[in-house]
């Protein structure tokens, strides 16, 4: 349906287009037409004008001849002289105006009749001087001929302006019609003009209308795509933290069951290496190898101690406290492994940010679990640490970034959970202490990473 709009919209264009390209050549058609056709009234009337005046030479000849044989005064053939030359010079006009046609020849015969009767009236005037200016019978015998020939002089003449005056009459009539058709033309044109741009305006108009709704649409939509990308990237975010608290849960579960069963052969291997390093009979190769299970048994003591407070609920000592001065307190501490590894530490604190109800030590053990991992993380010279504090959804937020190594989603995935690192000396459990003293304090920790990008740790913690 759409295609077929835009089939008639373009349809309509182009016989628009064509129609106005017609009217102007019709137009210009009737310019030239109107053009010629007052050509045409203007020869018209040249020729009537010139066969009066042929008509008037002729009698001015006539009259000078009369004159001159009644009064015998040659002053009367003043006029004849000039008649004849007039009538040359008129001849000289109409043979250029009338070259073919009916009217053509009538001139040819009206030429003849013109030479015949100067002649006679030559003849005439030879005759009258010849006999001393008398009248005579030859005299007179010559004037009959030449009455004759005058008078069908005349009648050509008045058959030759009656046609042009017909044919003046049907080039005005024409020239009239003409002039019409022009004026018709350059209406319709006008009106055509008139209807394409009407048309173009509603056309535009629609177009503007339709592409306003569909940029509202669109940008409607999008608003939307961005509300709902929000909305999910939000509810992964509770996901992955619902995941995580669920995990560390279980992790939790894990190492209470695991500490309980291996505790308790632990401590029977303990209390028999006791029994046995009393035995006075050890020689010292005995004694060294007692203590060697001694120790590693301690350390794994020590370290299933450590899994169960990393992973169990806290007993926390809540005080207000400001969460600028925890983390400036957790930098202090840190401040020689900051400057032995020359690194740069940026801060951007909410200078007007509310205090938070915590466990100050804890909260501190937690931070610099994290900045002590941001250091590890950095590798290259001239390393920085960005710490950034502000307030968000009755949230008071820590974000701590670097510039180290990053992670990948594999090693990101399991940060938090215990005896997982990827240092030779370490315990993998700084940071799976950080997260519990975080869940237990009603916060969340999350992370940011890319493999050679760095790391952002984004710690969440209500200020009630």
């Known amino acids: 349906m759409k295609l077929n709009i835009e089939n008639i919209i373009r349809s309509g264009y182009f016989l628009a287009f064509i129609l106005i390209v017609a009217s102007y050549i019709l137009f210009f058609y009737s310019l030239n037409e109107s053009k010629a056709g007052r050509k045409l009234i203007y020869e018209s009337n040249l020729i ?27 002053i009367f053939l003043q006029p004849t002289k000039i ?4 009538i040359i010079t008129a001849f000289a006009s109409l043979n250029k105006l009338i070259s073919s046609g009916k009217q053509a020849l009538t001139l040819d015969t009206v030429q003849q009749k013109f030479s015949e009767r100067k002649n006679l009236v030559t003849s005439a005037i030879a005759v009258f001087n010849n006999s001393g200016r008398v009248f005579t019978d030859s005299l007179k015998s010559l004037m009959y001929p030449a009455k004759l020939v005058m008078d069908e002089q005349r009648r050509l003449i008045n058959k030759m302006q009656v046609a042009e005056h017909a044919s003046l009459k049907e080039r005005e009539l024409r020239l009239n019609a003409i002039n019409n058709s022009t004026t018709v033309i350059a209406i319709t044109s006008l009106l055509i003009v008139a209807v394409l741009i009407t048309y ?5 108009n629609k177009e ?20 709902r990308v929000v909305e999910l990237d939000k509810k992964n975010k509770e996901l992955a933290q619902l995941r995580s608290i669920e995990k560390f849960a279980a992790t939790g579960r894990m190492a209470s069951t695991m500490a309980h069963e291996i505790k308790n ?16 009979s050890n020689d010292e190769m005995t004694i060294n190898l007692l203590d060697i ?14 899994l169960l407070n990393s992973t169990r609920f806290l007993e926390l000592n809540f005080a207000s406290a400001s969460i600028n001065d925890i983390v400036d307190e957790t930098l202090e501490n840190a401040r020689d492994r900051l400057e032995l590894n020359n690194i740069k530490v940026v801060k951007n604190y909410d200078k007007d940010i509310c205090k938070v109800s915590v466990d100050t030590e804890r909260i501190k053990i937690a931070f610099m679990n994290i900045i002590i991992n941001a250091i590890e993380a950095i590798e290259q010279e001239n390393g920085v640490i960005e710490i950034k504090t502000e307030a968000k959804d009755d ?5 701590i970034s670097d510039n180290g190594k990053g992670m990948d989603q594999k090693a990101l995935s399991k940060l938090f959970e ?3 690192t990827s240092k030779s000396n370490g315990t993998g459990l700084g940071l799976t202490n950080s997260q519990n003293i975080i869940l237990n304090h009603k916060g969340s920790i999350n992370v940011e990473s890319a493999e050679s990008k760095g790391a952002t740790f984004i710690i969440q913690l209500p200020f009630h």
């Open 48 to 74: 009537i004008n010139t066969l009066g005046d042929l008509s008037s030479a002729s009698k001015d000849v006539e009259t000078g001849v009369r004159g001159y044989i009644l009064t015998r005064d040659s």
């Open 83 to 86: 008649g004849q030359q007039n």
């Open 200 to 204: 173009s305006l509603i056309t535009y």
């Open 208 to 227: 503007n209308r339709d592409k306003k709704t569909a940029d509202h649409n669109a940008s409607s939509y999008y608003k939307e795509l961005e509300t």
């Open 265 to 280: 052969p632990l401590n029977n291997i303990v209390l028999s290496l006791e029994h046995l390093k009393d035995n006075p």
């Open 293 to 306: 299970i001694n120790r590693n048994a301690n350390r794994v003591n020590i370290l299933i101690s450590d």
């Open 395 to 399: 949230n008071c937020v820590v974000t």
């Open 418 to 420: 215990p005896f997982i």
